[in-house]
């Protein structure tokens, strides 16, 4: 298993943006997905984006067109940057990780807090 450093979030102004990066610390292959979910108060944990070892995106219906899902040039970061934030999507973030290999559990960062007020 690997360890997520997550950076970034913070309070910002609806129709703001953020941008939210996790470095993998540990050995990834191909076949991994990394991305971002998230969990509001009161709400379950939900997908924000995914992307995997061969840049292939997904995107919650909800962040379509405001948010962005990229690698780093060193293949072991990930980045959200998040546009025309609106109230409902304060929540606090949590990277993900799958290595993708048969019996290895999936990965969490500790969570970020994103907090956007009008």
């Known amino acids: 298993q690997v360890q997520l450093v997550e950076s970034g979030g913070g309070l910002v102004q609806a129709g703001g943006s953020l941008r939210l990066s996790c470095t993998v610390v540990?050995?990834?292959?191909?076949?991994?997905?990394l991305g971002w979910y998230r969990q509001a108060p009161g709400k379950q944990r939900e997908l924000v984006a995914t992307?995997?070892?061969?840049?292939?995106?997904t995107y919650a219906d909800s962040v379509k067109g405001r948010f962005t899902i990229s690698r780093g040039s060193a293949g072991n970061t990930v980045h959200l940057q998040m546009n025309s934030l609106e109230s409902e999507d304060t929540a606090v973030y949590y990277c993900?990780?799958?290595?993708?290999?048969?019996?290895?559990?999936?990965?969490w960062g500790q969570g970020t807090q994103v907090s956007v007020y009008s």
């Open positions: 540990g050995n990834i292959f191909s076949g991994h997905i």
């Open positions: 993900y990780f799958r290595s993708g290999l048969k019996g290895v559990l999936d990965d």
């Open positions: 992307i995997t070892s061969g840049s292939l995106t």
